[in-house]
C-alpha cells in the first residue's frame, strides 16, 4: 500500500523560502503528485502537479526525484496569507485507482 | 464558472439515521470524487464516479454508498450512521476520470452524527 508522510507543522517568515516535502513510497507508476492548499472551512485547492523532475507556476515549485518517492513543495518568499494546511496526494501503487492523502503540513507564516 | 457546489453545507443527524449529501460539479466535468476529512484520519477517498459508473473505491464499509446522475451530480448516502462518521465531507470533480488528475473541491458538508 502507498504511504505517505509529511512534516506535521513548520513555522516561517514572511519573505522566506518555504520548502515541504512528502514521502511517498510504492505510488503509481502512472499518476502524478499533486498538492493542494487548504484553508479552514474551505475545500482543498490545486496548487500543482508534476510526474518527475522540476515543474514551476506562478505560486509555486515542485521537485521529483527520478525515483518518485518524495516531492517538495517549495513556495518562494511566502506571506501571511500562505498560512494555511498543504498536503500532497498521490496514487496507491498497482495503479488501482484509490488516491492517498497525506497527513497535511500545517505552515504557520509570522509576520 | 461556478465551482463546485455541495449541499446541505452543515448537517446533524444521530445514529442509525441514514444522510444523503449531494454535489453538483463543475460544469463540463464528467468526474466526481467524494473524500471524507476529520482531525484523526485526515483526508481519506471514498469512491470515485465517472460516466454514472463507480470507477474506484476507498476502504470504507459497504454503508458508504454513491452515485452519480447523466448532468454528472452525485449523491453520496450513509446508512445506519455511526458516531464515527461525524466528519467533513468533500468532493471534487475533474474534467477526465481517474488518477490524480487536477481536483475543483467544493466547500464541504458538515456532518454531526449524536
Known amino acids: 500500500l502507498a504511504k505517505t508522510t509529511q512534516p506535521i507543522s513548520m513555522d516561517s517568515y514572511e519573505g522566506q523560502e518555504v520548502n515541504i516535502t512528502c514521502s511517498h513510497n510504492n505510488i503509481a507508476t502512472n499518476d502524478y503528485i499533486t498538492w493542494y492548499q487548504q484553508f479552514p472551512s474551505q475545500g482543498p485547492r490545486f496548487i500543482i502537479q508534476g510526474y518527475k523532475t522540476k515543474v514551476t507556476n506562478e505560486v509555486a515549485s515542485l521537485f521529483i526525484p527520478a525515483d518518485r518517492k518524495s516531492s517538495t513543495l517549495s513556495l518562494p518568499r511566502v506571506s501571511l496569507s500562505d498560512t494555511a494546511v498543504y498536503y500532497c496526494?498521490?496514487?496507491?501503487?498497482?495503479?488501482?485507482?484509490?488516491?492517498?492523502f497525506g497527513q497535511g503540513t500545517t505552515l504557520q507564516v509570522k509576520p | 464558472k461556478a465551482g463546485v457546489t455541495q449541499t446541505p453545507r452543515y448537517l446533524i443527524k444521530t445514529r442509525g439515521q441514514q444522510v444523503t449529501l449531494s454535489c453538483s460539479p463543475i460544469s463540463g466535468h464528467r468526474s466526481v470524487s467524494w473524500y471524507q476529512q476529520t482531525p484523526g484520519q485526515g483526508l481519506q477517498f471514498l469512491f470515485e464516479?465517472?460516466?454514472?459508473?463507480?470507477?474506484n473505491k476507498g476502504n470504507f464499509p459497504g454503508r458508504f454508498s454513491g452515485r452519480q446522475f447523466s448532468n454528472s451530480r452525485s449523491e453520496m448516502n450513509v446508512s445506519t450512521l455511526e458516531l464515527g462518521d461525524s466528519a467533513l465531507y468533500l468532493c471534487?470533480?475533474?474534467?477526465?476520470?481517474?488518477?490524480?488528475?487536477?481536483?475543483?473541491f467544493g466547500p464541504g458538508t458538515r456532518l454531526t452524527v449524536l
Open positions: 471534487a470533480s475533474s474534467p477526465r476520470h481517474g488518477g490524480t488528475d487536477t481536483q475543483y
Open positions: 464516479y465517472f460516466s454514472e459508473t463507480q470507477r
Open positions: 496526494l498521490v496514487g496507491e501503487s498497482g495503479n488501482t485507482g484509490k488516491l492517498i
